[in-house]
């Protein structure tokens, strides 16, 4: 594949017009910088942007006491990507080669920029993001994971890495034959990983996500004293787009995302009927442009913050309580914590999740079967775009559905290409019922129409079946359906009001709970249509009754 940075090199560098450079310095502080100063660090705050005057800068890679060359800042070029909009630590080192001049924007100034100026917020946000891309791409980051594909928490850490767009470089221990050296090194044993070295300094056993989230910095800080207008909970499309619009509209944003943006669609390998993108989209792809959107207008998105107990009695709005005893104040409250796929009802499937048992068809699990035999079960959408995405890479896919077929469940446009794909059989009326194996998955049984059980020699399962609402924090604050999902306007009864306390005369908006001022959408909403386009005009949609409430 042809280098991300000689192929984008003109977006990823682009170099500013003096009148453009003339409309920055309105919002930025001059300064003149000696050759040899670090302008900014690996692992520190990235609290400005420089735009070249005069001079030079290099930016490099601190890596195990050396340095990788990345790029040299000319006159009229400028610094950053996009940890600058998140407040994140910077992945790279930036030092002044040739003394110059410079202009300086802080965050505040940068924010002014780039919502007032659309020239230069479009140069700007792609530069930013292809930069990422570039970082990532060549693994150019602050993070080295070392582990192995029998190793269920090594591709945890690996999707959280690259479902959070982080760079970091992956040593196989059992495949790489230079691993030795890092792990005497860092007085690492094979039998602790996987292991997450942080800036070449922090040795992570097998860490948690809260655990890298907090070594790299990744996401807003929490404010547990502030008073936010508004607190999103969960960053999938639906909540994305309610920190985008409530973020753009003036509302004080914070959303809490216990994963990484994107929820259940960021493991969609390709979105294709999403309205404006004829050629598809994928999951990660779509959730990072918003997630950097809704910090284009000032929107604090905290990573791998999970909330944990909503208090609908607080002596300041409503709290929630998250997994670090952090408690958060706000005024108003959306619940966007979608779902997550139900569990086979195997006694044994936790022994295999993650080493051979997968609930997203991403680029990273693709890798791992290449060239076998894999099983998808489930008949939604979800289930289909794996199943396609797959059959370019394994050997053959096996469809397992319970039902007669997919007309009910699937999109007709995936029913068609499951159906046109040698490489795919669809297998309905059929479903597991044992897994087997040692250390990983070696063997899956299924259980036809005609009763006969069968085994097949097959590592790869991918489980997309049924849908589990996250619910289980909000602690009895709000009515739930019987099968848990949060019940919004005309869903709720005459019980559900007076249960909820509800004040005033009018009757719950449309996506307002028993709750007045607490809202939900997207996935976990019951009666919603479980679609990306849908979450993401029911996201957008609820802020203009947020405003209503807030005025209330």
Same mark, same amino acid.
């Given at each position: 594949?042809?280098?991300?940075?000689?192929?984008?090199?003109?977006?990823?560098?682009?170099?500013?017009?003096?009148?453009?450079?003339?409309?920055?310095?309105?919002?930025?502080?001059?300064?003149?910088?000696?050759?040899?100063?670090?302008?900014?660090?690996?692992?520190?705050?990235?609290?400005?942007?420089?735009?070249?005057?005069?001079?030079?800068?290099?930016?490099?890679?601190?890596?195990?006491?050396?340095?990788?060359?990345?790029?040299?800042?000319?006159?009229?070029?400028?610094?950053?990507?996009?940890?600058?909009?998140?407040?994140?630590?910077?992945?790279?080192?930036?030092?002044?080669?040739?003394?110059?001049?410079?202009?300086?924007?802080?965050?505040?100034?940068?924010?002014?920029?780039?919502?007032?100026?659309?020239?230069?917020?479009?140069?700007?946000?792609?530069?930013?993001?292809?930069?990422?891309?570039?970082?990532?791409?060549?693994?150019?980051?602050?993070?080295?994971?070392?582990?192995?594909?029998?190793?269920?928490?090594?591709?945890?850490?690996?999707?959280?890495?690259?479902?959070?767009?982080?760079?970091?470089?992956?040593?196989?221990?059992?495949?790489?034959?230079?691993?030795?050296?890092?792990?005497?090194?860092?007085?690492?044993?094979?039998?602790?990983?996987?292991?997450?070295?942080?800036?070449?300094?922090?040795?992570?056993?097998?860490?948690?996500?809260?655990?890298?989230?907090?070594?790299? #910095?990744?996401? /807003? &800080? $929490?404010? !547990? @004293?502030?008073?936010?207008?508004? %607190?999103? *909970?969960?960053? =999938?499309? +639906? #909540?994305?787009? /309610? &920190? $985008?619009? !409530? @973020?753009?509209?003036?509302?004080? %944003?914070? *959303?809490?995302? =216990?994963? +990484?943006?994107?929820?259940? &669609?960021?493991?969609?390998?390709?979105?294709?009927?999403?309205?404006?993108?004829?050629? =598809?989209?994928?999951?990660?792809?779509? &959730?990072?442009?918003?997630?950097?959107?809704?910090?284009?207008?000032?929107?604090?998105?905290?990573?791998?913050?999970?909330?944990?107990?909503?208090?609908?009695?607080?002596?300041?709005?409503?709290?929630?309580?998250?997994?670090?005893?952090?408690?958060?104040?706000?005024?108003?409250?959306?619940?966007?914590?979608?779902?997550?796929?139900?569990?086979?009802?195997?006694?044994?499937?936790?022994?295999?999740?993650?080493?051979?048992?997968?609930?997203?068809?991403?680029?990273?699990?693709?890798?791992?079967?290449?060239?076998?035999?894999?099983?998808?079960?489930?008949?939604?959408?979800?289930?289909?775009?794996?199943?396609?995405?797959?059959?370019?890479?394994?050997?053959?896919?096996?469809?397992?559905?319970?039902?007669?077929?997919?007309?009910?469940?699937?999109?007709?446009?995936?029913?068609?290409?499951?159906?046109?794909?040698?490489?795919?059989?669809?297998?309905?009326?059929?479903?597991?019922?044992?897994?087997?194996?040692?250390?990983?998955?070696?063997?899956?049984?299924?259980?036809?129409?005609?009763?006969?059980?069968?085994?097949?020699?097959?590592?790869?399962?991918?489980?997309?079946?049924?849908?589990?609402?996250?619910?289980?924090?909000?602690?009895?604050?709000?009515?739930?359906?019987?099968?848990?999902?949060?019940?919004?306007?005309?869903?709720?009864?005459?019980?559900?009001?007076?249960?909820?306390?509800?004040?005033?005369?009018?009757?719950?908006?449309?996506?307002?709970?028993?709750?007045?001022?607490?809202?939900?959408?997207?996935?976990?909403?019951?009666?919603?249509?479980?679609?990306?386009?849908?979450?993401?005009?029911?996201?957008?949609?609820?802020?203009?009754?947020?405003?209503?409430?807030?005025?209330?």
């Amino acid at each position: 594949m042809q280098d991300i940075y000689d192929e984008r090199r003109a977006q990823m560098f682009p170099k500013l017009a003096p009148a453009q450079i003339a409309r920055i310095a309105l919002h930025a502080k001059k300064r003149h910088v000696p050759a040899g100063e670090i302008l900014f660090e690996q692992g520190q705050d990235v609290p400005h942007v420089y735009v070249v005057l005069s001079g030079s800068i290099d930016v490099v890679r601190p890596s195990m006491g050396a340095e990788d060359a990345i790029t040299t800042h000319e006159a009229g070029e400028f610094t950053g990507e996009v940890n600058v909009l998140s407040g994140g630590r910077s992945l790279v080192r930036g030092r002044m080669k040739t003394a110059g001049d410079l202009l300086v924007l802080d965050a505040e100034a940068l924010r002014g920029v780039v919502q007032g100026d659309p020239e230069i917020s479009d140069l700007f946000l792609r530069a930013f993001m292809l930069r990422r891309m570039g970082l990532v791409a060549h693994g150019q980051g602050d993070a080295v994971l070392l582990g192995s594909v029998h190793s269920a928490g090594t591709l945890r850490l690996q999707e959280f890495f690259t479902r959070n767009s982080h760079p970091y470089t992956y040593v196989d221990v059992e495949r790489d034959p230079s691993v030795q050296v890092l792990l005497d090194r860092f007085h690492v044993t094979a039998s602790e990983i996987p292991v997450v070295i942080c800036r070449g300094e922090r040795v992570l056993r097998n860490p948690t996500n809260e655990e890298i989230a907090e070594c790299f #910095g990744m996401g /807003a &800080a $929490v404010n !547990g @004293a502030a008073l936010r207008d508004l %607190v999103v *909970v969960g960053a =999938g499309p +639906a #909540g994305l787009a /309610a &920190a $985008v619009y !409530g @973020a753009s509209e003036g509302l004080g %944003v914070l *959303v809490l995302e =216990g994963n +990484a943006p994107g929820g259940q &669609a960021g493991t969609s390998s390709k979105i294709e009927n999403y309205l404006g993108f004829p050629m =598809g989209i994928s999951g990660q792809e779509l &959730a990072q442009r918003a997630f950097t959107q809704a910090q284009k207008f000032g929107a604090d998105i905290a990573i791998a913050r999970t909330a944990t107990r909503f208090s609908c009695n607080g002596s300041k709005g409503y709290e929630i309580t998250l997994a670090d005893g952090t408690i958060v104040h706000t005024r108003a409250l959306v619940i966007a914590s979608g779902v997550q796929y139900r569990k086979l009802p195997l006694a044994n499937l936790a022994q295999f999740e993650n080493v051979g048992v997968y609930y997203g068809a991403t680029n990273i699990e693709a890798q791992l079967c290449a060239g076998e035999d894999v099983v998808v079960v489930g008949g939604g959408n979800s289930a289909g775009q794996a199943a396609v995405f797959l059959a370019t890479r394994a050997r053959h896919v096996h469809m397992l559905v319970r039902g007669a077929g997919l007309a009910d469940t699937m999109s007709r446009y995936l029913i068609r290409r499951i159906e046109e794909n040698p490489n795919i059989t669809l297998r309905t009326g059929t479903e597991i019922v044992a897994l087997d194996g040692t250390h990983w998955l070696q063997s899956v049984d299924w259980r036809g129409p005609d009763g006969v059980v069968e085994r097949h020699a097959v590592s790869h399962l991918f489980s997309m079946t049924g849908a589990a609402p996250n619910t289980g924090w909000l602690a009895g604050c709000v009515a739930l359906d019987d099968k848990g999902f949060v019940k919004t306007g005309m869903d709720l009864s005459p019980e559900d009001t007076r249960a909820g306390r509800w004040p005033l005369t009018r009757a719950p908006y449309i996506f307002e709970t028993n709750r007045h001022g607490v809202f939900a959408v997207g996935d976990v909403r019951a009666s919603s249509v479980k679609r990306v386009a849908s979450a993401v005009g029911e996201g957008s949609i609820c802020i203009q009754l947020v405003h209503k409430v807030l005025a209330e």
